[in-house]
Nanobody, 114 residues
Framework: QVQFVESGGGLVQPGGFLRLSCVHS????????MGWYRQAPGQERELVAA??????KIEDSVNGRFTISRDAAINTVYLQMDNLKPEDTAVYYC?????????WGQGTQVTVSS
């Protein structure tokens, strides 16, 4: 089973920034499409951004503020989050894109609050 380990979350004030990291255990995912997802309390998990070879997708709600990138050599995907807003508060997960539904990590909590 593939393992995803997310890190980098925390408490930040509105307008602040965080950089999330995700290390995955599956070597073949280095060349697969990967995504960052988030789930706010009481809401369904949603895609935030995805990246692949010659492919990038950024959801409208974070476009211009979030950037997804990867370092395939170390099986790591990043999410740079700038100008954070309270509505970005959620648990953030990484997974393949489309996601392997039975294979989620623990996620990393992002809280945006003054």
């Amino acid at each position: 089973q593939v393992q995803f380990v997310e890190s980098g979350g925390g408490l930040v004030q509105p307008g602040g920034f965080l950089r999330l990291s995700c290390v995955h255990s599956e070597w073949s995912l280095r060349v697969a499409r990967m995504g960052w997802y988030r789930q706010a309390p009481g809401q369904e998990r949603e895609l935030v951004a995805a990246i692949g070879n010659d492919y990038m997708k950024i959801e409208d709600s974070v476009n211009g503020r979030f950037t997804i990138s990867r370092d395939a050599a170390i099986n790591t995907v990043y999410l740079q989050m700038d100008n954070l807003k309270p509505e970005d508060t959620a648990v953030y997960y990484c997974n393949s894109y489309p996601a392997m539904q039975n294979n989620w990590g623990q996620g990393t909590q992002v809280t945006v609050s003054s």
